[in-house]
C-alpha cells in the first residue's frame, strides 16, 4: 500500500494536522512532552526534530505542533517526508497496544453525556486536529478535557460554550454548562 500524506491547517496556528491513508490508531494519544513520548517510538522520533513542541495522534491522522521560532513553510515538507517514512515502517504510537472501544461509566445520565461526546463532538473535533475526553459531570456542570490541536487554541473556548455546550443542553436539558479542564 502506497502511503500518502497531506496536511490540513488547523484552527491552531501552532499546530498543523497529517493525514494519511491508513488508521494509525483506535482512539487518540497524546504527547505533550518529550519525556511523555518515552513509550511511543513514533512520537519519539517526531520529537528529534528540534522544532516539534508536541505530538497528537487519532485515527489516521497525527497533529503536530511546531515551537513558535519555526514556520511551517521550511518543516512542513520534512515533516510530512517522516510522517510517510514512519507510517511506512510501521513505527509504534505506543509499545504496549491494548485498544479497544470506548467502555462508558457513571449514572445512566453520564452514559448518555458520554455517548453525545463519543458520537457528535468527537468526530468534528478531530477534523480540527484535536481530541476530546469526558471527565465528569457535577451539578449541572460537564468537565471535558481539550488536546492535540484544541488544547490552547485560541477558538476552543468558542467551540466548547457555543458549539458543545449548546449541544448537550438541547440533548440533556440537565446540562447547565461546559468547562474544560486545562491540562
Not at 4 to 32: C, H, R
Not at 147 to 167: D, E, H, V
Request: hydrophobic share 40%; net charge negative.
Amino acid at each position: 500500500m502506497t502511503i500518502n500524506v497531506y496536511t490540513e491547517q488547523t484552527p491552531n496556528p501552532a499546530t498543523m494536522k497529517f493525514m494519511v491513508n491508513k488508521l494509525l490508531i483506535n482512539g487518540s494519544e497524546d504527547f505533550a512532552t518529550k519525556e511523555s513520548a518515552e513509550h511511543s517510538p513514533f512520537a519519539k522520533e517526531l520529537f528529534k526534530f528540534n522544532f516539534v513542541n508536541g505530538v497528537f495522534f487519532a485515527s489516521n491522522f497525527v497533529t503536530i505542533t511546531k515551537t513558535e521560532d519555526a514556520e511551517w513553510a521550511d518543516i512542513e515538507p520534512l515533516l510530512k517526508e517522516f510522517v510517510k517514512g514512519a507510517v511506512e515502517s510501521e513505527y509504534k504510537i505506543k509499545e504496549e497496544s491494548s485498544e479497544e472501544a470506548p467502555a462508558f461509566e457513571g449514572t445512566d445520565l453520564e452514559i448518555k453525556i458520554q455517548q453525545i461526546l463519543h458520537d457528535y463532538v468527537r468526530p468534528a473535533v478531530e477534523q480540527d486536529g484535536g481530541a476530546i475526553s469526558y471527565k465528569s459531570f457535577d451539578e449541572g456542570v460537564v468537565t471535558v478535557e481539550l488536546r492535540g490541536s484544541c488544547s490552547g487554541c485560541p477558538s476552543s473556548t468558542i467551540t466548547l460554550k457555543s458549539g458543545i455546550q449548546n449541544l448537550l443542553q438541547r440533548m440533556v436539558p440537565e446540562v447547565k454548562e461546559v468547562v474544560s479542564e486545562a491540562l
